[in-house]
């Protein structure tokens, strides 16, 4: 089975701009979540789409949104960016039998 | 609010020497996992461990799971320079959110 898949992998953006970015899931996973990944703050939760509901949010500003579509793929998007948006931001399915999670490689996003 | 703390921060050691990592909660989880990072790649996931005082060998990885199920170690027994990565635990928390540590950076010099 091919991994998760997240595009593009590097993003450099001006404060003040939108962003989105993709993920495709491993084939059969239905929950795709978002994380966001800082020196400073570690690995931290955004929200979580099954069958293209948002089932679980963290606790971020709502700037940052999300949806999935009906074939599990994933979109995050960031809006009015500001400079302590720059992390990477990764995506993971999971498996709903073990409740496994499989994490793709991240988009590297800097906010300049 | 469930919390996940691993020690030690960072790691430096030689090749061929024994270390451990903790994960350490005041909470009672009903698994917990281990992950290794790689710098400009996502989290890789090692083992879960799901029983109070399991223990899991992945090759020369020995992972525990406390018998309360509020904490985890990581052995890994002689060390080589391809085991270098950030090391993360992680678990679900009671708002079914997948919670990680801060994570522990090790380094294995040749």
């Known amino acids: 089975k091919a991994g998760v898949t997240q595009t593009p992998r590097y993003l450099i953006k001006t404060r003040g701009q939108q962003v989105t970015l993709s993920c495709s899931p491993i084939?059969?996973?239905?929950?795709v979540s978002w994380y966001q990944q800082t020196p400073g703050q570690g690995l931290q939760f955004l929200f979580e789409y099954f069958s293209e509901t948002q089932r679980n949010k963290g606790n971020f500003p709502g700037r940052f949104s999300g949806r999935q579509f009906s074939n599990s793929r994933s979109e995050m998007n960031v809006s009015t960016l500001e400079l302590g948006d720059s992390a990477l931001y990764l995506c993971?399915?999971?498996?709903?039998?073990?409740?496994?999670?499989?994490f793709g490689p991240g988009t590297r996003l800097t906010v300049t | 609010t469930q919390l996940l703390e691993q020690s030690p921060q960072f790691l430096s050691i030689q090749e061929g020497e024994n270390l451990t990592v903790y994960c350490n909660s005041s909470?009672?989880?009903?698994?917990l996992q281990w992950y290794r990072q790689e710098p400009g790649e996502g989290p890789v996931l090692l083992v879960t461990?799901?029983?109070?005082?399991e223990v899991k060998k992945l090759k020369r990885l020995t992972f525990q799971f406390g018998d309360a199920r509020k904490d985890s170690s990581l052995h890994i027994t002689a060390a080589q320079p391809g085991d270098t990565g950030l090391y993360l635990c992680?678990?679900?928390?009671?708002?079914?959110?997948?919670?990680f540590g801060q994570g522990t950076e090790l380094s294995v010099k040749p």
């Open positions: 992680a678990g679900y928390n009671q708002g079914g959110k997948l919670i």
């Open positions: 909470s009672v989880f009903s698994s």
């Open positions: 993971a399915s999971r498996d709903s039998r073990t409740y496994e999670q499989y």
């Open positions: 084939s059969g996973h239905r929950s």
């Open positions: 461990v799901v029983t109070g005082g």
